[in-house]
Each structure stands twice: as structure tokens, then as C-alpha cells.
Nanobody, 115 residues
Framework: QVQLVESGGGLVQPGGSLRLSCAQSGRTVVFGTLGWFRQAPGKQRELVAS???????TYADSVKGRFTVSRDSAKNTVYLQMNRLQPEDTGVYYC?????????WGQGTQVTVSS
């Protein structure tokens, strides 16, 4: 079973940056497309960025041009670089297979954008 551990969240002012990490561990190495999901307060979880095993990336319109997803297969880690953060980026961020999450969810990492 794959375990997903997200980290790197925090409180940041509008316009700031954060870098999230998702470390994968367990008996099974994660292949295929991986993604970052966001759950804002009172809203459903949504996919905001994904990266294939070949490094092809896709983004939700709301984060395009501000977020960059990447993966280091040797370290079994996926990253999300978030720049020019806005209050509407606030939420708990999770990683999982994408677009359909097939692994158990990790605990996520809280991102709060506020002045």
C-alpha cells in the first residue's frame, strides 16, 4: 500500500510563494500521472495540477502561469511550486494519482493566503 505524506504548507501573504512536497512510501512505487488536489473551505476537492511519468504537466485555469508541478522519480517525490499566491488558493493540498485518486488520501498540508 502506498502512503502519501504532504508537507510544505503554511501561512503566506498574498503574492508570496510556497513549495509543497509529497513523499510516497510503501511497497508499491507510484507510476503514472500524479496530481495535486486542493480542498478549499466549504468546497469539493479539485485537481489543480498533474504531471505524467514523462513529465507532461497540466493545470487548472485558476493556477495556470502561477503553479509548477514536477516530480523526482528517484526520490518518489512530487512537488508543487506555488507563486503569486492569492487568498482563493487557501485550502488543504493533497497529492494522489490523477485525475482519479486511487490511493488512500494523506493528511494533506494546509495553505493559508492572508494578509
Amino acid at each position: 500500500q502506498v502512503q502519501l505524506v504532504e508537507s510544505g504548507g503554511g501561512l503566506v501573504q498574498p503574492g508570496g510563494s510556497l513549495r509543497l512536497s509529497c513523499a510516497q512510501s510503501g511497497r508499491t512505487v507510484v507510476f503514472g500521472t500524479l496530481g495535486w488536489f486542493r480542498q478549499a473551505p466549504g468546497k469539493q476537492r479539485e485537481l489543480v495540477a498533474s504531471v505524467t511519468s514523462a513529465g507532461v504537466t497540466t493545470y487548472a485555469d485558476s493556477v495556470k502561469g502561477r503553479f509548477t508541478v514536477s516530480r523526482d522519480s528517484a526520490k518518489n517525490t512530487v512537488y508543487l511550486q506555488m507563486n503569486r499566491l492569492q487568498p482563493e488558493d487557501t485550502g488543504v493540498y493533497y497529492c494522489n494519482r490523477a485525475p482519479t485518486a486511487t490511493y488512500n488520501w494523506g493528511q494533506g498540508t494546509q495553505v493559508t493566503v492572508s494578509s
